[in-house]
């Protein structure tokens, strides 16, 4: 049933005010209005001694009945990126979430700042972050330092991959093409923090990531 316009039905999700004009919505209508992630439960305030009511992305739930004008989430986590607060309906966020989330260009890193005395966390964008540890966490970036060593000699390198060639490269200056190469590399990223670098292939790039190339003569 629509409502008239002149009249709408004003619920609540969030603390926020809403007026929809449909009688009957569903539970992933409302996570939509409030920009609401669908996976994250939603409850419809309940007056005691009743239980809130969960409500399923896929019930429809009556706005015109009494006593339906709050809705809720339980579990909401504030968190700051550069003292900008988010919010996430999730636990556990990742790196590249937290990329994304503030906008962060891929020439800055991210970092957890942890409590005085200890040295702060660096966030790879494939590692996941609690939230719901104590207090709110903080997040903060800055310009990308990144230098790697290549047969022991340090360069800068401010691309988040390497290339096959571009290892060579560092190493001896050029590719010959009558000499086979053997990359070999180690503090890298999780899970593959060590392994070989072959042909064609491409690898994510680390502070202190360390490369090992050796060249043979093809016979």
């Given at each position: 049933m629509i409502i008239d316009k002149m009249n709408p039905l004003a619920i609540t999700i969030e603390g926020r005010l809403y007026r929809v004009y449909n009688q009957y919505v569903t539970g992933e209508e409302l996570k939509h209005l409030a920009n609401i992630p669908l996976d994250t439960e939603l409850y419809l305030a309940v007056r005691k001694p009743f239980d809130h009511e969960l409500i399923e992305n896929t019930a429809r739930v009556n706005l015109a009945r009494p006593g339906i004008e709050q809705f809720f989430v339980k579990k909401k986590l504030h968190y700051f990126i550069n003292e900008n607060q988010y919010t996430s309906y999730k636990q556990w966020v990742s790196g590249a979430e937290l990329r994304i989330v503030g906008n962060i260009p891929e020439n800055e890193d991210i970092y957890l700042l942890v409590d005085e005395g200890w040295q702060n966390d660096f966030i790879e964008d494939n590692e996941l972050v609690d939230l719901a540890r104590q207090g709110k966490e903080r997040f903060y970036t800055k310009d990308r330092e990144c230098t790697i060593y290549v047969n022991t000699k340090p360069f800068e390198w401010k691309k988040r991959i390497i290339r096959y060639e571009d290892v060579i490269n560092l190493a001896f200056g050029n590719?010959?093409?009558?000499?086979?190469?053997?990359?070999?590399?180690?503090?890298?990223?999780?899970?593959?923090?060590?392994?070989?670098?072959?042909?064609?292939?491409?690898?994510?790039?680390?502070?202190?990531?360390?490369?090992?190339v050796t060249a043979t003569t093809k016979s």
């Amino acid at each position: 049933m629509i409502i008239d316009k002149m009249n709408p039905l004003a619920i609540t999700i969030e603390g926020r005010l809403y007026r929809v004009y449909n009688q009957y919505v569903t539970g992933e209508e409302l996570k939509h209005l409030a920009n609401i992630p669908l996976d994250t439960e939603l409850y419809l305030a309940v007056r005691k001694p009743f239980d809130h009511e969960l409500i399923e992305n896929t019930a429809r739930v009556n706005l015109a009945r009494p006593g339906i004008e709050q809705f809720f989430v339980k579990k909401k986590l504030h968190y700051f990126i550069n003292e900008n607060q988010y919010t996430s309906y999730k636990q556990w966020v990742s790196g590249a979430e937290l990329r994304i989330v503030g906008n962060i260009p891929e020439n800055e890193d991210i970092y957890l700042l942890v409590d005085e005395g200890w040295q702060n966390d660096f966030i790879e964008d494939n590692e996941l972050v609690d939230l719901a540890r104590q207090g709110k966490e903080r997040f903060y970036t800055k310009d990308r330092e990144c230098t790697i060593y290549v047969n022991t000699k340090p360069f800068e390198w401010k691309k988040r991959i390497i290339r096959y060639e571009d290892v060579i490269n560092l190493a001896f200056g050029n590719i010959n093409v009558s000499t086979s190469y053997t990359i070999t590399y180690s503090k890298g990223i999780h899970p593959k923090e060590d392994g070989f670098l072959v042909e064609g292939q491409i690898v994510d790039v680390k502070h202190k990531m360390q490369f090992d190339v050796t060249a043979t003569t093809k016979s």
